[in-house]
């Protein structure tokens, strides 16, 4: 269970990051979000895909880490396995909190009951960053953590930017995905969405221009392009599967 | 140009409910009437004369029917009240008793094109004892008040088979803005004040109060009850069918909810009674409850009791409306450059809710088939009748099929459903067959039926009826396939329980956030 409260420096300044624990918070996902600026770093090891959220029916970008439901195949030996770690996990254990009218900044919360939220930590470990400095200053750390917020928070406007240019332009599709590993196993991808190159192809040269000029462009064929890390996906499944059968 | 070379290029629809709406609709979709060489649509709507809402239920064809429309699901959830509908559970049907009930489900039986399922669900103690639930997954959905799909599921797509309910009022006025706005009908307000005859019979014009004359090619009778063109300027004969389906009256009430949280049922609550049945179908807003009696078997007073003791008390506060309802159908429905769809080609008590269906098919019919010129008309208009005549009398047998099957014994209304003098005798011959066998395809031959042989088989099989498979255990081989299918029906119906959210929840989600089209 996840208990969220906001941060408070007379609250927490003792509090320091396990950040290699906090990358544990994808151990189970076979998905993870991921916002328009962040979209070339994971098509270089993700493909990226569209989903739908199960409590709005709103389509999400992701970046697929598994074939089966809880299997994340970039998650192996307690650790992210990519050389690039999504926003959604950077940000861990750290949340933008709802904002009140009054408000004009967003709170940030903490989830306390993150395995990599250790307190009152005596040890000095390589993993730990601390929240506050001892003249309880934001940390160098948690700056970082405030900008990758900030690029969550962005990027989440970013995303409905693009999928509604997608929907408007009819670009989006079904996509099934229907795989064998090495082992004769099959599994079937549902509910996964993608990029219509045919009718991306189709677009007229007033609307290319719009999608260039609202910077959309560059995402919709990155999204084209890391379709092709399918193909490594299924490698690193049949490695997996490899070792469970020797 | 003789007259019979004419080609048809106006439509003129009179009357503006749903059925002058669906077909006015359906054709001007299909023939383009919102470009310059498309059809030209023209529905012709007296401004005074109120809507009669015939049924609020429908069938999974409204889905394809909207989508021919090309209206979004979700708008017209959202603007017409619209719930979901899996189908209908018929209680108290056959004993009476409280926990006497059996479902009409829309997804056909697990395996049921591949092997005899009913066959060995009757030879098979260890399956469930309700054969719906046995067969399908639906029951339990409905049972549990669960939608038909999740928000992730795109517009018209279905986890279980649906239709749906539907304000009626709302439906009209939601279908008359598509229609002039989208599809390209013209809209008229006038009343027909007399209808205008052609040398061959044809009617060339009506001349209206307000508008003048509107001529046309080919007239869509919409009139409802009074039949202005097919029935009352073309005097064909109406049909009654009283002697076989014995309701003549309804009580009609709509219920509020008691709180915006309250359950809204996935399907429709026909309830017997001792001389009729009610009906509750679940809107977002309100319940449609609705007593159809017999006024042979049934005083309205003893009716308006068993209504309120269906409704409760706060029905004192509510206002009931009495429908006369005359059971039957027009000989035949297509005369000259006339044909009529919905009310005034007839209607049949909404047993079945077989109103909106017949609206729907007679429009598709209408669109679809629209001869092109005059001299091709009569051919179109046989096949229609043909068609038609056929299907009505599907229904009928269908309708009848609920009654004969009941042992209800509190009324006379009960024992003479059961007198063989009132039960067709196509019917006859078909539980005659139904001694030894399930109802198969095969048993309705025309591409036209209107009910598959699995609803046959979850009426029969509900209501208790045993075909004997005694002399042909042959048949019954299929032990291990039957099984697979009756265990592959469990691990849907838990699957399905699962995943499914409530009806109300998915409702409120529609209207928050609406399904995506993909």
Known sequence: MENLVALEQSAHQHIKIDTQKAQSHAKNLNMIPVVMVELSQIAVQQPIVFAKNSETGEFTLNALLGFEQHENLFYQQSQWQGVY????????????????????????????????????????????????????????????????????????????????????????????????????????????????????????????????????????????????QIYPLIERKNAVLNLADD | MNQQDKKIKTVVVVGGGIAGWLTAGRLAAHHKSNTPDGLNVVLVESPNVPIIGVGEGTWPTMRSTLIALGISETDFIRECEASFKQGAKFAKWVDGSNDDFYYHPLVLPQGFSKTDMAGHWLNNTAEPASFSNAVCYQEAICEQGLAPKTIRTPEYAAIANYAYHLDSAKFAVFLQKHCTQQLGVKHILADVMQVNSANNGDIASVTTKQQGEISGDLFVDCTGFSSLLLGEHYKVPFKPCDDVLFIDTALAVQVPYDNEDESIASHTISTAQEAGWIWDIGLQHRRGVGYVYSSKYSSEAQAREKLKAYVGDKIESLTVRKIPIKSGHRSHFWQNNCVAVGLSAGFLEPLEASALVLVEMSAQMISEQLPHTRDIMDITAKRFNETFTYRWEKIIDFLKLHYILSNRDDNAFWRDNRDPKTIPQSLQDLMKLWQYRAPADHDFTSNNEVFPAASYQYVLYGMGFKSDYSTTAYMLKDNVFAKSQFDKNKSMINQAVTNLPSNRELLNKIKRHGFSAI
Not at chain 1, 102 to 108: D, R
Not at chain 1, 150 to 158: A, K, M, N, Y
């Open chain 1, 85 to 228: 770690l999504p926003l959604q996990l950077q940000r861990q254990p750290f949340f933008v909190g709802d904002t009140h009218a009054q408000q004009t900044q967003y709170p940030v919360c903490i989830n306390l009951n993150s395995p990599a939220v250790v307190d009152n930590s005596a040890q000095s470990e390589n993993n730990l960053e601390p929240i506050y400095t001892q003249s309880a200053e934001e940390s160098g750390y948690f700056k970082q953590i405030k900008q990758c917020l900030g690029h969550l928070l962005q990027g989440e406007l970013d995303n409905k930017k693009l999928i509604a240019a997608l929907l408007k332009y009819d670009l989006l599709q079904p996509l099934s995905l229907e795989v064998t590993f090495e082992n004769n196993q099959k599994t079937k991808l549902n509910g996964l969405y993608t990029i219509n190159q045919d009718k991306l192809a189709q677009l007229n040269s007033e609307q290319i221009t719009l999608l260039h000029q609202s910077a959309l462009l560059p995402a919709i064929y990155t999204v084209v392009t890391s379709l092709g």
